[in-house]
Nanobody, 126 residues
Framework: QVQLVESGGGLVQAGGSLRLSCAAS?????????IGWYRQAPEKQRDMVAV???????NYADSVKGRFTISRDNAKNTVYLKMNSLKPEDTAVYYC???????????????????WGQGTQVTVSS
């Protein structure tokens, strides 16, 4: 069973920094297609923040380019989001999303799929 556990959220003043972590279990990083971060503010849709592919190419939302950096540690099955120069408009629940390709494990074939973490709150005060 694939599980994603996020951590690192909290309350920070504008201009401050936070680092989010997302640890994946029940799967090895070799079966990742892409993993990334999405966020959802109250009464708004969930939007992509940053994604890193299996080949380590990255994609960022325009609103966070130059301020946020996504990285991954395959040995730890963990993806990170370093957030600098935080703004009040960055306030949201941040979710980790893993997209897998089809793979064999324990004699069973797993279809490609998407998995979400439970989310971590980031609040930036002005």
């Amino acid at each position: 069973q694939v599980q994603l556990v996020e951590s690192g959220g909290g309350l920070v003043q504008a201009g401050g920094s936070l680092r989010l972590s997302c640890a994946a279990s029940g799967i090895t990083s070799s079966n990742f297609n892409a993993i990334g971060w999405y966020r959802q503010a109250p009464e708004k849709q969930r939007d992509m923040v940053a994604v890193i592919s299996s080949g380590c190419s990255t994609n960022y939302a325009d609103s966070v380019k130059g301020r946020f950096t996504i990285s991954r540690d395959n040995a730890k099955n963990t993806v990170y989001l370093k957030m600098n120069s935080l703004k009040p408009e960055d306030t949201a629940v941040y979710y980790c999303k893993l997209t897998t390709h089809g793979y064999w494990s324990g004699g069973r074939f797993y279809l490609p799929g998407d998995y979400w973490g439970q989310g971590t709150q980031v609040t930036v005060s002005s």
